[in-house]
Structure formats: structure tokens, C-alpha cells
């Protein structure tokens, strides 16, 4: 069974710091660049940042480069995002997916989301 499970959010004040994590099951991680998303109440999806298969490849939104680490455990087929100096726009449903190089598609693959919620 395909799963990708999320997990790590919660409320933090602006400022703080949380770390999601993402574990995959079911199929071979390992060959899919990791992405998270993210979507903010009331609006649509966002895409926030990809790491390639190797974890050397990142590519960040502009919005949250230098606050936000994306990285990865091809061992243990987890994705994580070291989330930093937490602002209230980064409150939203936290989603990993994945992105297929080979055939070009996105989104294969989703995780149920966790909660991030930035708040004083």
C-alpha cells in the first residue's frame, strides 16, 4: 500500500521553528525528488520546495529560502523541512508529494497534510 505520512505540525509563535517529517511507504521513494506543499486557508495549493534524489539538489520558493531546509533519508524513505523564523503567511496544511523526473509527473503521490499554524 502507497502511504506517505506527515507529521510535525502544530501552533507556533512567529519566530519559532518546527520540523515536519514525511515517511513513504509502498513504493521506491528513493527515485522521486521529494516536494512540499502547502496550502493556506481559503486559498489554493503552493508549491514551497523540491529536493532531488541524491539531497544535494534543492530548489526553494523565494519566500522561504534561507528559513526553510528541506532534506531527506533515502535509507529510511523520509522527507523532513526544518521550518524557521516561522511568519503567520506560512500558516497553512503542509503536504509531501512527489515529482517523477523520468515521466514528468507531479503529485503522484500525497501525503493526508499536517497543520502548521504560526500565530502570537
Known amino acids: 500500500q502507497v502511504q506517505l505520512v506527515e507529521s510535525g505540525g502544530g501552533l507556533v509563535q512567529p519566530g519559532g521553528s518546527l520540523r515536519l517529517s514525511c515517511v513513504a511507504s509502498?513504493?521506491?521513494?528513493?527515485?522521486?525528488?521529494g516536494t512540499w506543499v502547502r496550502q493556506a486557508p481559503g486559498k489554493g495549493l503552493e508549491w514551497v520546495v523540491d529536493?532531488?534524489?541524491?539531497?544535494?539538489?534543492?530548489y526553494y520558493k523565494p519566500s522561504v529560502r534561507g528559513r526553510f531546509t528541506i532534506s531527506r533519508d533515502n535509507a529510511k524513505n523520509t522527507l523532513y523541512l526544518q521550518m524557521n523564523n516561522l511568519a503567520p503567511e506560512d500558516t497553512g496544511v503542509y503536504y509531501c508529494?512527489?515529482?517523477?523526473?523520468?515521466?514528468?509527473?507531479?503529485?503522484?503521490?500525497w501525503g493526508q497534510g499536517t497543520q502548521v499554524t504560526v500565530s502570537s
Open positions: 509502498g513504493f521506491a521513494f528513493s527515485n522521486f525528488v
Open positions: 529536493i532531488h534524489t541524491d539531497g544535494k539538489s534543492t
Open positions: 508529494t512527489t515529482f517523477d523526473r523520468a515521466t514528468m509527473i507531479r503529485g503522484e503521490y
